[in-house]
T-cell receptor, first 111, second 117 residues
């Protein structure tokens, strides 16, 4: 699986958009970009994934650059409950379903 | 969404004893489950892949005789930490994918915090 690079931490004001970047410059053509988050002392939670097109669901939006070497997860209106570690994972969809977690970004949403 | 549970949520045991952690898929059947370990302020590390009806596959550096995995049914995988030592104290998390859903996401259990004294 391609390696990802994320900033170790970010702050965001409550109610504002949180934009979390991820670099995956060695991504292969068949690899998807997945985002999970882990709230303190809980198991990770799936957020969103995409291949090349931008994606949106009830939790977030995923913007993938045209060359697919980087992406941004957008939480449109961050709340205090969005404080968590966010993991960007690149994986081919047939890669046995297991996930390889990097360091992630610790997002702190502040009132 | 699909639900994965773990039991117990917390356990404290004495050094040298064994501890069993259960991982259950509550509303789907999972032929494969994954076990992760997470030390404080670190990321999740995959320990092993649990396969229903066959032997587990362990990641490099994980002792299969110490971390016994049994996947006896399509909804239950167990991880037994044998002869536990303080360095085994960690947060253990399991996950599974619901093969009946089109989405490829993994569903994670809430985790089990093991403290070995």
């Amino acid at each position: 699986d391609a390696k990802t690079t994320q900033p170790p931490s970010m702050d965001c004001a409550e109610g504002r958009a949180a934009n979390l970047p991820c670099n995956h410059s060695t991504i292969s053509g068949n690899e998807y970009v997945y985002w999970y988050r882990q709230i303190h002392s809980q198991g990770p939670q799936y957020i969103i994934h995409g291949l090349k097109n931008n994606e949106t669901n009830e939790m977030a939006s995923l913007i993938i650059t045209e060359d697919r070497k980087s992406s941004t997860l957008i939480l449109p209106h961050a709340t205090l409950r969005d404080t968590a570690v966010y993991y960007c994972i690149v994986r081919a969809d047939n890669a046995g379903n297991m996930l390889t977690f990097g360091g992630g970004t610790r997002l702190m949403v502040k009132p | 969404g699909a639900v994965v549970s773990q039991h117990p949520s917390r356990v404290i045991c004495k050094s040298g004893t064994s501890v069993k952690i259960e991982c259950r898929s509550l509303d789907f059947q999972a032929t494969t489950m994954f076990w992760y370990r997470q030390f404080p302020k670190q990321s999740l590390m995959l320990m092993a892949t649990s396969n229903e009806g066959s032997k587990a596959t362990y990641e490099q550096g994980v002792e299969k005789d110490k971390f016994l995995i049994n996947h006896a049914s399509l909804t239950l995988s167990t991880l037994t930490v044998t002869s536990a030592h303080p360095e085994d104290s960690s947060f253990y998390i399991c996950s599974a994918r619901d093969p009946g859903r089109a989405k490829p996401e993994q569903y994670f259990g809430p985790g089990t915090r093991l403290t070995v004294t």
